[in-house]
Nanobody, 124 residues
Framework: QVHLVESGGGVVQAGGSLRLSCVSS????????MGWFRQAPGKEREFVAG????????KTADSVKGRFTISRDNTKNTVSLQMNSLIPEDTAVYYC?????????????????WGQGTQVTVSS
């Protein structure tokens, strides 16, 4: 069993930045990709960004491309999401997830373990 704990959420004004972090209870290497998803009220969970287990390959949703950056540090069992130029549409609960495979996927079912989520609210 893998436990993932997110932190770094909060309330920020539009145009501001936040950095989310996710700590895994087990070595985040283990050949597993990591990802971030988000879910806004009344909407389905959507992919935000993913990173391959070596960190060399990343995927980013078009809606956040150029504003959000995913990174990982396997020596610290962490994966991070740097969010810049935030807009009100980014308001959601953000979830960290560990993939079933080594290559990042945009599909939620390709992720086996999920954190509890951290709230991000962007005010206009």
């Amino acid at each position: 069993q893998v436990h993932l704990v997110e932190s770094g959420g909060g309330v920020v004004q539009a145009g501001g930045s936040l950095r989310l972090s996710c700590v895994s209870s087990k070595r985040t290497g283990s050949n597993n990709a990591m990802g971030w998803f988000r879910q806004a009220p009344g909407k389905e969970r959507e992919f935000v960004a993913g990173i391959d287990w070596r960190g060399g390959g990343t995927k980013t949703a078009d809606s956040v491309k150029g504003r959000f950056t995913i990174s990982r540090d396997n020596t610290k069992n962490t994966v991070s999401l740097q969010m810049n130029s935030l807009i009100p549409e980014d308001t959601a609960v953000y979830y960290c997830a560990q993939g079933r495979r080594s290559i990042a996927s945009e599909v939620a079912s390709e992720y086996a373990y999920w954190g509890q989520g951290t709230q991000v609210t962007v005010s206009s």
